[in-house]
């Protein structure tokens, strides 16, 4: 199907094109309770291309999927109309790609091993209190795969594994769940005793937590909430999405180029970087698709906005250099131990329910599934409330842990404390 | 020789052929084809998109009485689909005789109809309105930028089993308007407006749309976070939406009741709120996001009761857990796509009409706050916790909306003290068509939810 695309776009007036095939293999297992319910196996292939058209400054551009029995030439035709009919100022599509680095692919697995992972968790779930309600596994592989009019062709496989699991615990508080999440480039990052251990204690301190009142003071963040802080499942954190030069273009970033993120820092100064290298990383790439090589870049380097992730789209109109595409989120680490950080009068949040911050303003509420007030040298677990603030603004005050862990694209402290920051109570 | 979905015929020949080979091991098997494509055209005050995607594949799933396996393939060609109908049959080791699925015979074809068909319209003309409606909000000074949309969908749908052929054709149509302010503070704020109809008729009023959506942006200008705490508060019919579909609708899903992670269970027939608040999903009300004639397991749809007259009433289902707990089958059994397990998800999901007037619900409230415009949330079914966020929010003073705003407002709390504490449902009702709904966070399939205006005292706001 390829060549026929080739043959029909080259036969257009168009300046540039590029041609994308992407192939997914999937192999999910599901149980609920301690049954297995379903076992989910398969491939597909989608293709698409994008055209784009000069109209002197401006560049037109439109991007049209293509499936096996559709009639090419008419599906290019639409294209071409349809780029004809949007005006951006022009910037070259593609760069000039060089060598680009490989960042690993570990491939799925088949029934049979997916199903011995399942019952390696409800094994180790069987000598505790707690229970396994529901646990999902899925692997996935893909290849990657774009051509240009220029006859330049680059391909790239990355694996993909998620878990789900629902931990029930019963306590002072009744029957309470916790239902952690992990999703890595590889099921071989995911240690299912290590996880199963973890969270079973997890939904045990809910199970046993009381409910917050207000609490306005130092916050910790650790555990699954700072991952999902810096690196949240639906959207970016605003930290992230500011650093991009899309952003700046539309003049919705708050951040200038060598100055502070916040006008004041009182505490450590943040440093974060997108890293798209790490072997087998949820969110590592070889390159984007605009050829450009996938690179480590320090988006703030203590506190600094250093260098916005760019597009090649988006580098042309700020005239500066496209990084690739932007990679796993690693924060560097403070000085500071994290046991130094919990000490009376401080609050520690472990797990948010979710945390989805508004993206432009940077203004987050989340509700908290597992907290610890810590008063009087004792450790009080809670649940409920909200921690409620500004991604960006509690930048201005924070001290981060000299303990680093990895989890679903987020390489950085375990620990992150706010100065200030307040906690509805329920 | 490809499957070709435009020829029914030969279509139901080929899906029945395939789910006769899965039964010659199987209990029951199904057959699923999805067909989805989707044109979106996007500007803002910089930058211009067009792309038109789309996707059509299958998925095949056998049952031994227990457990499912299932395949999915984008590969249409005969021999391929036989092979993978034949690899599922295989699978199946030996019949366990602990579930019986239901396979009643019907066949029906099902087709939205839309008043100006999308397809008749030129892309030309699609530009035409979204760089008008832009052209338009370029000229209101207070906006740092905006984005119009275009979004056309188009789904077909064939689900086929032993006894079973059912076709849908779905047509959508989102026009969509964001403004963006810089408020007073230095923080980007925004709304949108939005119309959803299964035609170009959604665009008739966007112009109207963005006048809205600019005047919004300016009242988010000066808008201030709230004083976390308890308040008496109007809701509106988004929002509402929301406490139904997220704080609620998640724990009547019959999956999540299985895996016991549901408090719900307790619930049923108990009271859960006053005899004026229903909750409903319904799959089959007219020209919503999240409308459809059935489900992706072929069960025709028809409303739920969740809530009836404040009673906990009933569950929403998918085909296994329907079974597994012998709990009315309804039409909930929904995939992201073909490559995707169904589960039991919301669809059109709303507290139904009271008999109070908005004004007047208003006019009770000495001092609160009125809660609209955008939000999300994240369910809980276990604890019942609440957790809504993102909302605008305005404030009443002594019966009167009082020109101060609030943005960025969350809504937390126990839901059975929410919902007990609903004093008002207004018959003033509106569903809103923009949402996708997640599993947690994954699996997400269109939905629409709303409702009439709720006054609710001592609701935690922060």
């Not at chain 1, 491939?107 to 019952?119: M, P, Q, S, V």
């Given at each position: 199907?390829?060549?026929?695309?080739?043959?029909?776009?080259?036969?257009?007036?168009?300046?540039?094109?590029?041609?994308?095939?992407?192939?997914?293999?999937?192999?999910?297992?599901?149980?609920?309770?301690?049954?297995?319910?379903?076992?989910?196996?398969?491939?597909?292939?989608?293709?698409f291309?994008t055209v784009?058209?000069?109209?002197?400054?401006?560049?037109g551009e439109a991007s049209v999927s293509?499936?096996?029995?559709?009639?090419?030439?008419?599906k290019?035709?639409e294209a071409v109309l349809a780029a004809s009919l949007v005006k951006n100022?022009?910037?070259?599509?593609?760069?000039?790609?060089?060598?680009?680095?490989?960042?690993?692919?570990?491939?799925?697995?088949?029934?049979?091993?997916?199903?011995?992972?399942?019952?390696?968790?409800?094994?180790?779930?069987?000598?505790?209190?707690?229970?396994?309600?529901?646990?999902?596994?899925?692997?996935?592989?893909?290849?990657?795969?774009?051509?240009?009019?220029?006859?330049?062709?680059?391909?790239?496989?990355?694996?993909?594994?998620?878990?789900?699991?629902?931990?029930?615990?019963?306590?002072?508080?009744?029957?309470?769940?916790?239902?952690?999440?992990?999703?890595?480039?590889?099921?071989?990052?995911?240690?299912?005793?290590?996880?199963?251990?973890?969270?079973?204690?997890?939904?045990?301190?809910?199970?046993?937590?009381?409910?917050?009142?207000?609490?306005?003071?130092?916050?910790?963040?650790?555990?699954?909430?700072?991952?999902?802080?810096?690196?949240?499942?639906?959207?970016?954190?605003?930290?992230?999405?500011?650093?991009?030069?899309?952003?700046?273009?539309l003049?919705?970033?708050?951040?200038?180029?060598?100055?502070?993120?916040?006008?004041?820092?009182?505490?450590?100064?943040?440093?974060?970087?997108?890293?798209?290298?790490?072997?087998?990383?949820?969110?590592?790439?070889?390159?984007?698709?605009?050829?450009?090589?996938?690179?480590?870049?320090?988006?703030?380097?203590?506190?600094?906005?250093?260098?916005?992730?760019?597009?090649?789209?988006?580098?042309?109109?700020?005239?500066?250099?496209?990084?690739?595409?932007?990679?796993?989120?690693?924060?560097?680490?403070?000085?500071?131990?994290?046991?130094?950080?919990?000490?009376?009068?401080?609050?520690?949040?472990?797990?948010?329910?979710?945390?989805?911050?508004?993206?432009?303003?940077?203004?987050?509420?989340?509700?908290?599934?597992?907290?610890?007030?810590?008063?009087?040298?004792?450790?009080?677990?809670?649940?409920?409330?909200?921690?409620?603030?500004?991604?960006?603004?509690?930048?201005?005050?924070?001290?981060?842990?000299?303990?680093?862990?990895?989890?679903?694209?987020?390489?950085?402290?375990?620990?992150?404390?706010?100065?200030?920051?307040?906690?509805?109570?329920? | 020789?490809?499957?070709?979905?435009?020829?029914?015929?030969?279509?139901?020949?080929?899906?029945?052929?395939?789910?006769?080979?899965?039964?010659?091991?199987?209990?029951?098997?199904?057959?699923?084809?999805?067909?989805v494509s989707e044109l979106s055209v996007t500007k803002d005050f910089a930058t211009a998109d067009v792309s038109n995607a789309g996707e059509?594949?299958?998925?095949?799933?056998?049952?031994?009485?227990?457990?499912?396996?299932?395949?999915?393939?984008?590969?249409?060609?005969?021999?391929?689909?036989?092979?993978?109908?034949?690899?599922?049959?295989?699978?199946?080791?030996?019949?366990?005789?602990?579930?019986?699925?239901?396979?009643?015979?019907?066949?029906?074809?099902?087709?939205d109809?839309p008043e100006i068909n999308a397809d008749k319209v030129s892309l030309a003309k699609k530009v035409v309105v979204i760089e008008k409606t832009l052209e338009m909000m370029k000229?209101q000074?207070?906006l740092?930028n905006a984005r119009v949309i275009y979004e056309e969908g188009k789904i077909?749908?064939?689900?086929?089993?032993?006894?079973?052929?059912?076709?849908?054709k779905l047509s959508k149509v989102l026009a969509l308007c964001y403004a963006m302010?810089?408020?007073?503070?230095?923080?980007?704020?925004y709304c949108f407006e939005h119309a959803f109809r299964p035609g170009f008729e959604a665009t008739a009023e966007i112009a109207k749309l963005a006048q809205k959506a600019s005047?919004?942006a300016?009242?988010?200008?000066?808008?201030?976070?709230?004083?976390?705490?308890?308040?008496?508060?109007?809701?509106?019919?988004?929002?509402?939406?929301?406490?139904?579909?997220?704080?609620?609708?998640?724990?009547?899903?019959?999956?999540?009741?299985?895996?016991?992670?549901?408090?719900?269970?307790?619930?049923?027939?108990?009271?859960?709120?006053?005899?004026?608040?229903?909750?409903?999903?319904?799959?089959?009300?007219?020209n919503c996001n999240g409308s459809?004639?059935?489900?992706?397991?072929?069960?025709?749809?028809?409303?739920?009761?969740?809530?009836?007259?404040?009673?906990?009433?009933?569950?929403?289902?998918?085909?296994?857990?329907?079974?597994?707990?012998?709990?009315?089958?309804?039409?909930?059994?929904?995939?992201?796509?073909?490559?995707?397990?169904?589960?039991?998800?919301?669809?059109?999901?709303?507290?139904?009409?009271?008999?109070?007037?908005?004004?007047?619900?208003?006019?009770?409230?000495?001092?609160?706050?009125?809660?609209?415009?955008r939000?999300?949330?994240?369910?809980?079914?276990?604890?019942?916790?609440?957790?809504?966020?993102?909302?605008?929010?305005?404030?009443?003073?002594?019966?009167?909306?009082?020109?101060?705003?609030?943005?960025?407002?969350?809504?937390?709390?126990?839901?059975?003290?929410?919902?007990?504490?609903?004093?008002?449902?207004?018959?003033?009702?509106?569903?809103t068509s923009i949402g996708r709904?997640?599993?947690?966070?994954?699996?997400?399939?269109p939905?629409s939810?709303?409702?009439?205006?709720?006054?609710?005292?001592?609701?935690?706001?922060?």
């Open positions: 199907m390829i060549d026929k695309i080739k043959k029909a776009l080259e036969k257009e007036k168009i300046d540039y094109w590029e041609i994308s095939q992407i192939d997914v293999e999937r192999s999910n297992i599901y149980f609920e309770l301690d049954e297995q319910e379903s076992y989910l196996s398969g491939k597909g292939r989608d293709v291309i784009y058209k000069k109209f002197g400054n401006s560049l293509i499936k096996e029995d559709d009639d090419i030439k008419k290019v035709r100022p022009f910037y070259v599509p593609f760069a000039k790609h060089g060598v680009c680095p490989k960042s690993g692919c570990s491939g799925i697995l088949g029934y049979d091993e997916i199903r011995k992972k399942a019952l390696e968790a409800y094994e180790e779930m069987r000598n505790k209190k707690e229970k396994l309600n529901a646990l999902e596994i899925f692997t996935k592989k893909t290849k990657f795969a774009i051509i240009n009019n220029f006859g330049e062709e680059l391909v790239q496989e990355k694996s993909g594994a998620y878990v789900e699991a629902v931990i029930t615990s019963k306590g002072s508080r009744g029957e309470q769940e916790y239902v952690p999440m992990r999703s890595e480039g590889t099921l071989a990052n995911i240690n299912m005793k290590e996880f199963i251990d973890k969270y079973s204690e997890t939904a045990r301190e809910i199970s046993n937590s009381t409910k917050p009142s207000m609490f306005k003071g130092s916050v910790i963040l650790s555990g699954d909430a700072i991952a999902e802080f810096f690196v949240p499942t639906i959207n970016e954190n605003p930290l992230v999405i500011h650093s991009a030069a899309r952003m700046k273009y003049k919705i970033s708050r951040f200038e180029a060598g100055k502070q993120i916040v006008p004041e820092i009182i505490g450590d100064k943040i440093t974060i970087i997108s890293n798209p290298l790490v072997r087998d990383g949820l969110r590592s790439s070889d390159f984007d698709d605009a050829f450009v090589p996938a690179k480590k870049i320090a988006l703030i380097e203590n506190g600094i906005m250093k260098n916005f992730f760019a597009s090649k789209r988006y580098a042309d109109y700020l005239k500066i250099e496209p990084t690739g595409p932007l990679g796993n989120i690693e924060v560097l680490p403070g000085e500071t131990a994290e046991n130094e950080m919990r000490k009376d009068g401080v609050c520690e949040i472990a797990g948010f329910s979710s945390f989805a911050p508004n993206v432009y303003s940077g203004d987050f509420t989340a509700e908290i599934r597992l907290g610890y007030l810590y008063k009087k040298g004792k450790r009080i677990s809670f649940r409920g409330g909200m921690l409620v603030g500004n991604c960006i603004d509690l930048m201005k005050n924070i001290k981060l842990s000299k303990e680093t862990f990895f989890k679903s694209g987020y390489y950085g402290p375990k620990a992150i404390m706010f100065g200030k920051a307040v906690v509805s109570g329920v | 020789m490809n499957l070709d979905t435009s020829n029914k015929q030969e279509c139901k020949k080929i899906l029945k052929e395939l789910v006769s080979i899965m039964n010659s091991k199987a209990q029951y098997s199904d057959v699923l084809v999805m067909e059509l594949g299958i998925k095949m799933r056998a049952f031994d009485g227990e457990k499912f396996f299932e395949k999915f393939t984008t590969n249409l060609g005969y021999d391929n689909l036989r092979n993978t109908a034949r690899e599922l049959a295989k699978e199946i080791k030996t019949i366990k005789p602990r579930i019986k699925i239901a396979d009643k015979r019907l066949e029906k074809h099902f087709s109809k000229k000074k207070h740092r077909f749908k064939i689900f086929c089993s032993k006894n079973r052929f059912l076709t849908q302010v810089q408020s007073e503070t230095g923080e980007l704020r005047e919004e300016k009242k988010l200008i000066r808008a201030k976070k709230v004083t976390p705490g308890k308040y008496h508060c109007i809701l509106g019919p988004a929002i509402t939406g929301l406490l139904a579909h997220e704080s609620f609708g998640h724990g009547m899903e019959s999956d999540t009741v299985y895996k016991q992670r549901a408090l719900a269970k307790d619930w049923i027939g108990k009271r859960i709120a006053s005899n004026f608040v229903s909750i409903v999903d319904d799959p089959s009300m007219k459809y004639y059935f489900d992706d397991e072929g069960q025709v749809s028809k409303p739920t009761y969740l809530v009836k007259d404040g009673i906990v009433n009933d569950y929403i289902t998918e085909m296994l857990t329907s079974h597994k707990l012998k709990a009315r089958r309804s039409a909930n059994g929904r995939c992201e796509s073909f490559d995707h397990k169904s589960y039991a998800r919301m669809s059109v999901t709303f507290f139904a009409k009271g008999k109070s007037n908005f004004k007047d619900m208003i006019k009770k409230v000495k001092d609160g706050f009125f809660l609209y415009g939000g999300g949330g994240m369910e809980d079914p276990k604890g019942w916790g609440v957790q809504i966020q993102g909302n605008t929010v305005q404030r009443i003073k002594n019966g009167k909306l009082v020109d101060e705003y609030y943005d960025d407002v969350g809504i937390t709390g126990y839901l059975p003290a929410i919902l007990g504490d609903i004093k008002e449902v207004s018959k003033e009702f509106e569903i709904c997640g599993k947690g966070h994954k699996e997400w399939v939905v939810e709303g409702g009439p205006y709720l006054r609710i005292e001592n609701l935690d706001l922060a």
